[in-house]
């Protein structure tokens, strides 16, 4: 897998757990979040960037995180995976981070292999993601009936469908953008 990381959360513990586990599927370079600016500086250099958020107390906090890259003018990062790690998943922490708009949520343990399994489906094949107002990210509607009638992803109006593929050489490609409008 190419590609480079960004471990979201402590550099220790958890953190340190995803960084071995990011280089052990191939990713490089890795380093901690600190800041958006940091990840438009390696953007420039790694055209593929995934965000593995390890497990936090609220899944809350890492809602300004992922505003900031799904709203980020940048393509290479509004468009990067952003894959959500725990040992407990909580349905409502589930739902919190498809509304975020991540594109997957990991239970661990995971063996490495199946893990570049996963990310490897993010990656190569064509993903829809849809924009509205207030949400940004993949098509999940289909994972709870209470996530596609959720008033802040939008149950009506305008909203644009886009298709991508992502690659590692070259970053995210966007194959079609359409405008539509439900009423």
Known sequence: MKGGAFIVGPWDGAGAVL??????????????YSSLARA???AIKTPLLFFLCAAVDDIRTLKPMADAIRFSPARRLRFSPLIYFT???????????????????????????????RIGRLVGSVQVYFE???????????????????????????????E????????????????????
């Open 132 to 162: 509205t107002p207030t949400y940004f990210g993949p098509d999940r509607r289909n994972r709870f009936e209470e996530v596609v009638a959720h008033p802040k992803r939008g149950s009506g109006g305008e909203f644009r469908r886009i």
């Open 19 to 32: 960084a071995g586990l990011a280089r052990e599927v191939g990713l490089d370079p890795v380093h901690s």
């Open 40 to 42: 438009e500086a390696q």
């Open 87 to 117: 040992h407990n998943p909580a349905l409502e922490d589930i739902k919190r981070c498809i509304n975020m708009g991540f594109d997957d949520v990991i239970v661990l343990p995971q063996s490495g292999a199946r893990v570049e399994e």
């Open 164 to 183: 991508i593929i992502r690659r590692p050489d070259t970053g995210t490609e966007v194959l079609n953008g359409e405008e539509q409008v439900v009423l």
